[in-house]
């Protein structure tokens, strides 16, 4: 939106002054050159003149001279701080730049000095709704509709503005005066019927937010001939009678709808919701039976519905759920539906139905195999495929039941039986990966990939198992084969995409291999994708309101504030805080980082790469279009994420990362908030982040020991004022009791917690900060003695890592003891191990190539 | 007893799916595929003894090599080539938990079909070249592989030379020789 109009008194020549509304002219229709002599014609003249300065800035800026554009505006701001004008300009550059908060600030003071500027204050109210700032937006809505009471949208923003605000009954005010101003709407064009529809809808989803259900039907009723989305019509109109009681007419309301589409899962509750009975809630076995019974006289009218028969199996039990179960497997293992077990998964939550699912698809087995048939008394034979999708079926049902072998098992009868279903090698490698056998997971699936070039699923799962095996180039190749040819390389080509899954695949395995570089320069794509996501809601705010798609707007507008609570989003972030930390913790890493010392094999390859990708991008960049015609990005100036890793203070950059995430249900969240924390010496923050963990679990391991550091930390401190200091020891006092011994405070807790390996090892690390590190090796013996029964892979790899540190001699000892238990798991094989292994897959694949091979050797 | 009958479809071998026929091939015939591969009949050795995977995906053999499914799944391929008019089938197998059930004969069905049939275009309206007229088609089959010799034989082919030590490059002790069958068009 431009500046448009004049100010008064700005000291311009008659002859300035009509070359400054040209100029304003030539802004407004891009033509930037002419702009640009036009204004320094007038700055001929007068070079002190603020807004021309702002306005030539505001062009330069347009024309892509950002910096110096940013400079003149910058000092037309300074030399006119009254001119809504230059205030305005520097709004829209701020808003450009992304500086939403920044940008506001300067509309309102343009807004101070032109307080009736239509186009300033819709500019105003989007950046206001864009930053949740809700009462000056209701203010600066209600504004614009006094001023033009006759622009529809206006009636229409500024009950979405009260809404958003919270003033819901003023907001359902505003809409009845604006409904009411209209009439003859049946005879009105597509365009307003439609657009009333919606604001009709709207109005009645208020009504039904804040629980006026017979309000909101009446409403619904009456304006029955004006709704043009029959199905919002019909759903919103049975939930109301639900929720008014109004039984039978809110059943045949459900009824209706079931019959325009039985496959709405979301339908059938709402039916039984009407008989009283809550499908999201634990049911008793009265309801279970009644509503059994309905979806039974369901399945008479609709037999082909597959909600209904998936619903069943969630209600039945006992025997009648196995008759049931029966029946929906078999008929889905004829069909060959290999996500079968993706959709009963969700019963195995069910100890009973899950022993149930697995005894008949046993039983399957071994009838198919005799008599191709699934149970003796069938009529028909099967066709050849039902033993192979039932082997599947069973793959995935042990591999769900932590039964690995029986999984391995049924998978290589049906590999060797049709080696050419690509699934199968798919749920061989989930089971191996599950195993911890990321090496042999990774050959399964390349096998898989090899049968079918064209299956895009299939190529992005061997490419993200290849990462989680380490080898990340050969995984980039191969999904080179789906990316854009013209694309510098697949990696870039898929952070444009936002394809989120690889760079969080990438920044663990990137981090595993201690490239701390790539690892946060992966991470920090992460944040920034999920930034863009936040701003490409901006456009809406105008658009959807214009549009009068107002239901859809809001909903988005609730996801773009949930949005950072996504795992992803929260992952990336405590990732990213933990290397920050270790950037903090041992400085030698950023030198061995940017400056490594690999043989010069490895290094060499890499060098080879980035020149070779350096050279693509710049062929491309002489034209400024890559080969598909699209602008080439800007050059990559840090390709190794080397500047990330260089940040001279790595904690505050991990604080602020972890400044804006308050999801009180992640453990892992509150642990590295306390190390942030206690390393920046912020003991409340710590002690804050410490009583969250204990909120979760009181017998964390991560409590125990970080409570003890800040415990020590606090006998030291000097820095903090006594009320503080005495603040904090009483908080401290609710997690160890300030008259405590130390040593048997945590006697207590390996006593309490020796079956968890995991607090075993919060134990001996507890004795480490009490007995110095010199007496490390009692710790050491501790976890040694754990029982390796009790071990899980995630516990026992922390293990491994605490007595690398403070008796590496024994490291081995414990990587035997933990390889008993899980042999499967590369990550404590013995480095012999692997290479045998290694060179065994590699015979295999050359054995089965020769086989295949049409060449003779 | 009656069986739920199975859905079957051909598809066309290409770049994309040519690793399922490796995996076929390389599964079914005992010892190998190379084991198996032989050129023409009056050839002493094999004239293509690299590039059968590029040979079967050229567009005038579309209708000749084929990938079978049954229900959705790969089984099974037959793998033909042109050679002085006569069309020669190099491979026609089937999964062994799949035999029996008809599939050799929808493959082999097909190919005799398409041999006296002008090809069918890709887009449909299409001209297309017209086939030059193939006189007959043929195949080796080992002479002691029974079930394939009565799978001919009733399908009208018959022995009309017997070749010795053709399968050179089979392991063991076992008999290399093989049967010329034909059929005429």
């Known amino acids: 939106m431009p500046p448009s109009a004049l100010s008064k008194s700005r000291q311009l020549g008659t002859k300035e002054m009509s070359l400054f509304r040209q100029l304003l002219q030539q802004h407004d229709e891009r033509q930037y050159k002419k702009g640009v002599k036009t204004a320094d014609a007038i700055l001929k003249k007068n070079p002190e003149h603020g807004e021309t300065l702002a306005m030539k800035g505001l062009i330069l800026y347009n024309m892509g001279e950002k910096e110096n554009g940013l400079e003149y505006v910058r000092r037309g701001v300074r030399l006119d701080l009254t001119s809504h004008i230059v205030w305005h300009v520097f709004g829209i550059i701020q808003r450009q730049e992304h500086k939403y908060e920044e940008a506001l600030k300067s509309y309102t003071q343009a807004l101070r000095h032109d307080s009736e500027n239509v186009a300033l204050i819709r500019d105003v109210c989007t950046l206001s709704t864009h930053l949740r700032q809700f009462e000056p937006l209701v203010e600066q809505r209600l504004f614009l509709l006094k001023t033009r009471p006759s622009m529809r949208t206006h009636w229409v923003s500024a009950a979405v503005a009260l809404d958003l605000a919270g003033h819901h009954d003023k907001a359902l005010t505003i809409l009845s005066d604006f409904e009411n101003t209209l009439t003859d709407l049946e005879n009105a064009d597509a365009a307003l019927k439609y657009e009333m529809s919606e604001v009709f809808l709207y109005h009645v989803s208020i009504l039904e937010k804040i629980g006026k259900y017979q309000e909101a039907l009446e409403l619904l009723t009456e304006r029955q001939p004006n709704i043009c989305d029959v199905v919002a019509w019909r759903e919103s109109h049975a939930r109301f009678l639900t929720e008014l009681n109004r039984g039978d007419e809110a059943g045949d309301a459900w009824r209706l709808l079931i019959q325009s589409n039985p496959e709405n899962r979301g339908y059938y509750y709402g039916f039984f919701k009407t008989k009283g009975i809550d499908m999201t809630q634990q049911l008793s076995e009265q309801d279970k039976a009644s509503a059994l019974k309905s979806l039974t006289l369901f399945l008479e009218q609709f037999p082909k519905a597959g909600v209904i028969q998936r619903l069943r199996l969630d209600l039945a039990s006992g025997e009648s759920f196995k008759e049931i179960a029966h029946e929906y497997l078999t008929t889905r293992i004829t069909k060959g539906v290999p996500s079968l077990f993706v959709d009963v998964k969700a019963l195995y939550g069910d100890a009973e139905k899950q022993q149930m699912l697995g005894e008949l698809a046993e039983g399957y087995r071994s009838e198919l195999a005799k008599s191709c048939k699934f149970t003796s008394s069938d009529e028909k034979t099967q066709p050849t495929t039902s033993y192979i999708w039932t082997l599947y079926y069973l793959t995935q049902h042990y591999s769900q039941v932590r039964q690995y072998e029986k999984a391995l098992e049924a998978v290589k009868v049906a590999i060797e039986h049709t080696p050419t279903l690509p699934e199968l090698y798919l749920a061989q490698g989930r089971t191996l990966k599950r195993l911890g056998c990321q090496a042999e997971a990774t050959e399964s699936v390349e096998i898989a990939r090899e049968l079918d070039g064209q299956d895009r699923f299939l190529n992005g799962k061997t490419a993200k198992y290849m990462i989680r095996n380490g080898e990340i180039e050969k995984a980039e190749q191969i999904l080179a084969l789906f990316t854009r040819k013209a694309a510098v390389s697949s990696a870039t080509d898929l952070c444009d995409m936002e394809a989120i899954w690889f760079m969080r695949e990438e920044a663990k395995a990137f981090n595993k291999k201690e490239d701390y570089g790539m690892a946060l320069k992966r991470l920090h794509q992460v944040f920034d994708t999920f930034k863009l996501w936040e701003e490409d809601q901006y456009d809406f705010h105008i658009y959807c309101l214009r549009k009068y798609t107002i239901r859809s707007y809001l909903t988005t507008l609730k996801l773009e504030d949930e949005l950072r609570q996504n795992k992803n989003y929260v992952d990336s972030a405590i990732e990213a805080a933990r290397i920050y930390i270790k950037l903090h913790d041992d400085s030698s890493l950023v030198e061995k980082i940017t400056n490594p010392q690999t043989d010069g094999e490895v290094d060499k390859k890499a060098q080879k790469k980035a020149k070779k990708e350096k050279e693509k991008a710049a062929q491309k960049a002489k034209n400024g279009k890559d080969t598909d015609g699209l602008p080439v990005p800007a050059e990559d100036k840090d390709p190794r994420g080397h500047e990330l890793v260089k940040t001279e203070e790595p904690l505050e950059v991990a604080a602020r990362i972890l400044a804006p995430l308050n999801d009180t249900k992640r453990i892992d969240l509150h642990h590295v908030q306390f190390e942030v924390a206690f390393r920046r010496g912020k003991h409340a923050q710590a002690m804050k982040a410490l009583n969250s963990t204990k909120a979760i679990n009181a017998d964390c391991r991560m409590l125990h020991v970080q409570s003890l550091r800040l415990k020590q930390a606090l006998a030291s401190d000097e820095k903090e004022s006594d009320q503080v200091k005495q603040a904090l020891s009483e908080a401290m006092d609710q997690i160890i009791p300030s008259d405590a011994n130390l040593e048997s405070w945590n006697a207590d807790y390996l006593q309490r917690n020796h079956h968890y390996p995991i607090r075993l090892l919060g134990a001996a690390e507890a004795i480490v900060l009490i007995r110095g590190e010199s007496n490390a090796k009692d710790a050491v013996n501790i976890v040694m003695n754990v029982d390796p029964k009790t071990l899980d892979p995630v516990s026992a790899a922390h293990i491994k890592d605490f007595i690398a540190k403070y008796d590496a001699d024994r490291v081995d000892e414990f990587r035997q003891k933990v390889n008993a238990q899980f042999p499967y798991n590369d990550d404590f094989k013995s480095e012999q191990q692997l290479d045998e292994e290694k060179k065994a897959r590699e015979e295999t694949r050359s054995e089965r190539l020769n086989a295949e091979s049409d060449q003779s050797k | ?185």
């Open chain 2, 1 to 185: 007893m009656t069986r739920i009958s199975p859905r079957l479809d051909l598809a066309s071998v290409t770049r994309q799916n040519i690793g399922t026929l490796r995996r076929l091939n390389g599964v079914i015939l005992p010892g190998g595929f190379r084991a198996w591969l032989r050129g023409s009949p009056n050839a002493q050795l094999v004239p293509y003894s690299d590039g059968v995977y590029e040979q079967v995906q050229a567009p005038e053999l579309e209708d000749f090599c084929k990938l079978v499914y049954y229900n959705d799944i790969p089984v099974g391929s037959v793998c033909c080539r042109i050679d002085d008019g006569k069309l020669y089938i190099m491979i026609l197998a089937v999964l062994a938990p799949y035999r029996r059930e008809g599939l050799g004969r929808y493959m082999l069905e097909h190919i005799l079909h398409a041999a006296v049939s002008d090809p069918v275009p890709i887009v449909k309206g299409d001209k297309v070249q017209p086939r030059k007229k193939l006189e007959s088609v043929y195949m080796h089959v080992h002479v002691e592989n029974e079930d394939a010799l009565n799978f001919y034989k009733a399908h009208g082919f018959q022995v009309v030379q017997e070749v010795k030590e053709y399968y050179k490059r089979m392991k063991g002790d076992g008999n290399r020789d093989a049967y010329v069958l034909s059929k005429q068009l």
